[in-house]
């Protein structure tokens, strides 16, 4: 992958969300912000499981990323003899990771490599050196896989459009840079995207407290719109395109992704605006037939009914609070990876590049 020597990316890329200490795993605490900007240290296994559960890490590219530095830190608390030992051990820690959030392919995928990675390391060779070696790895080849989506997705937007993004996919979801908000990123830098707007994306507002926060400190202007209003802004003509994240990508080019997501993409094949997934290969899943075979992750009804922790709503209501949906492949324009783009999705274009 080359640099594009066009876009600045330290300008257009100032905020991590994971900083591996050597001791700790020091993650931004994406709860408190934009008001709040402190790390939170995690120090075993558990409480990096604890940490992905309680969104305090977020975005399926950071999550896998997290949990690879979680299986470093199971690590360090074992005594065994050889890799194949340290395997046996640390098979409860990956279990743990795993079971934190079912629905992003990322996290099986990073603990499956860090599984690999160990079983790769010779006899007589470090296997905790090997851990903290393809967790790096994986860190680092995120990163470069973003500025190439980056890039990618950006040839896609004609000069002087409008985006529309939902949820955060940024640096705060990601190694850096972003995936959906990395094709805005590179789209502003390389004068194609002239208007940005942001859901708020209910019910933790990850729109309104991440992504239009992120692109400030960027210095990109961004506008907020309510979830409901989605629909009535496309019809105003002011974006082109959709540009969203996926937290799992089927066979077929079915996305699973933040809840919303379905009807904006309904309502963008509505008003011809043309709809763009951008995730790294890792979020392809090509085992999964279909979106109708994805898990998708319900949490506690108590975030509907609430906010800030006061009760919003009467008592005796009940809430169904599903975390994700499945847009069709037939309502997504393009799907963006660092490993190519496949446009008018279906199961033979997916295959013909994923294999």
Same mark, same amino acid.
């Given at each position: 992958?080359? !640099? ?18 050597? %001791?700790?795993?020091?993650?931004? %605490? ?16 558990? %409480? ?11 975005? &399926? ?22 890799? &194949? ?27 499956? /490599? ?7 390391? @010779? ?13 790096? @790895? ?6 470069? &896989? ?5 890039? &990618? ?5 004609? =000069? ?14 990601? @190694? ?19 208007? *940005? ?8 507002? !990850? ?55 379905? !009807? ?46 006061? /009760? ?9 609070? =599903?975390?994700?949906? *499945?847009?069709?492949? %037939? ?9 190519? *783009? ?14």
């Amino acid at each position: 992958m080359t !640099q594009d020597a066009s876009i600045d990316y330290d300008r257009y890329d100032h905020v991590r969300p994971i900083r591996w200490t050597g %001791d700790a795993l020091e993650l931004l %605490d994406q709860r408190v912000l934009p008001f709040t900007v402190v790390h939170e240290a995690c120090r075993s296994s558990e %409480d990096v499981a604890e940490a992905i559960h309680a969104l305090t890490v977020r975005g &399926a590219p950071a999550i896998g990323i997290a949990a690879a530095w979680g299986v470093v830190l199971a690590g360090r608390s074992l005594e065994a003899g050889d890799a &194949a030992d340290a395997a046996r051990q640390l098979e409860p820690a990956l279990q743990q990771l795993n079971a934190a959030r079912p629905t992003a392919v990322n996290l099986a995928w990073a603990l499956a /490599r860090m599984r690999r990675a160990l079983a790769a390391v @010779a006899p007589g060779q470090d296997w905790r050196e090997a851990l903290e070696r393809e967790s790096r @790895a994986i860190e680092a080849e995120d990163l470069a &896989a973003n500025r190439a989506m980056g890039r &990618a997705g950006a040839a896609l937007i004609a =000069p002087g459009s409008g985006v529309l993004t939902h949820c955060n996919t940024g640096s705060l979801a990601t @190694a850096g840079f972003g995936t959906a908000l990395g094709v805005i990123r590179a789209g502003v830098a390389d004068g194609r995207v002239e208007r *940005v707007f942001a859901t708020e994306t209910r019910p933790w507002n !990850q729109g309104a407290r991440l992504t239009v926060w992120e692109l400030g400190q960027d210095g990109i202007d961004a506008t907020l719109i309510a979830d409901s209003a989605a629909a009535h802004l496309m019809k105003t003509g002011q974006v082109q395109w959709v540009v969203v994240g996926a937290d799992r990508i089927c066979a077929n080019g079915d996305t699973a992704n933040k809840i919303g997501t379905y !009807q904006l993409a309904i309502a963008a094949r509505h008003h011809g605006v043309k709809f763009m997934v951008v995730a790294p290969s890792s979020t392809v899943d090509m085992a999964t037939a279909s979106g109708e075979l994805i898990e998708i992750e319900e949490r506690d009804p108590a975030e509907l009914l609430a906010f800030r922790g006061k /009760r919003v709503v009467a008592e005796g209501v009940r809430a169904w609070n =599903p975390v994700f949906d *499945v847009a069709p492949h %037939d309502l997504i324009d393009a799907i963006v990876t660092e490993q190519g *783009v496949v446009e008018r999705p279906d199961a033979a274009r997916m295959r013909a590049l994923f294999g």
